[in-house]
């Protein structure tokens, strides 16, 4: 953190307010806090919506509600439900039900995801876990675990046609890929699983490969070592 503890206050905001922004220890926001530059905290919890015009550097996010950050957001663990909406974003430990847009890079150790999410660049997490409750995109995947499922809640929705859920990528690379309901032109990795309604066009595998009789592979190549 970028100054002592020592020196750092507290910062609540009820109701709406607006804040230059600066070092804190633990920021609370119920309501609607605008922040108009970066903000440097061990813990923010949001309950409500709120903006800050810089970056966002914090040890704890909880949210539920909305969040803008219109650079870098940077997080131990973040968790909580509701809409984020960053420039890029880096964290340890990341768990939303919600919408991701991230309009650069996202990385995270682990990243557990349940609704939709459209990242600009490079998703890159050593265990990604996405759970499509509606369109996702990100330029590419990079990972060490990638489990790409669609929400089975969807199935029951009779308007949300599942063909409409798909997630989409250029590039999928990890060690172990296990994706259901996804487009991409390539897909690497040790131990690949292409599920259902899967449209792929080049599956380049080293260990195991299993493609589900709904999916489409163009290509697959079995790498040797």
């Known amino acids: ?14 109701g709406t307010s607006s804040s230059m922004g600066g070092c804190f220890l633990d920021v609370k926001v119920t309501g609607e806090g605008k922040f108009a530059g970066d903000v440097d905290c061990l ?4 309950t409500g919506n709120s903006g800050i015009s810089g970056s966002l550097r914090t040890e704890k996010l909880k949210l539920t509600g909305e969040i803008e950050v219109k650079e870098r957001l940077t997080a131990g663990a973040l968790h909580g439900q509701g809409e984020i ?13 919600g919408d991701l847009e991230v309009s650069g890079d996202c990385e995270a150790e682990k990243l557990q995801m349940t609704g939709a999410l459209r990242v600009g660049r490079l998703l890159n ?22 489990t790409i499922k669609r929400s089975k809640a969807g199935v029951l929705l009779k308007q949300v046609q599942s063909k409409g859920i ?5 590039v999928i690379e990890g060690d172990q890929v296990d994706i259901q309901n996804t ?3 390539v897909v690497r990795g040790e131990n690949v699983i292409i599920g259902a309604d899967c449209e792929i066009g080049i599956v380049e595998y080293r260990g195991k490969l299993e493609i589900h009789k709904s999916a489409t592979v163009k290509q697959q190549v079995k790498v040797t070592k």
């Open 1 to 14: 953190m970028g100054s002592n503890a020592a020196e750092r206050n507290n910062l609540k905001i009820l």
């Open 43 to 46: 813990s923010f919890s949001l």
């Open 85 to 97: 909406k960053c420039g890029s974003l880096s964290a340890e430990r990341f768990k939303l039900s």
């Open 125 to 146: 997490a050593d265990i990604l876990e996405l759970v499509l409750f509606g369109p996702s995109r990100s330029s590419e995947v990079g990972g060490g675990s990638i």
């Open 166 to 170: 798909l997630f989409t990528a250029r």
């Open 183 to 185: 487009r991409a032109e």
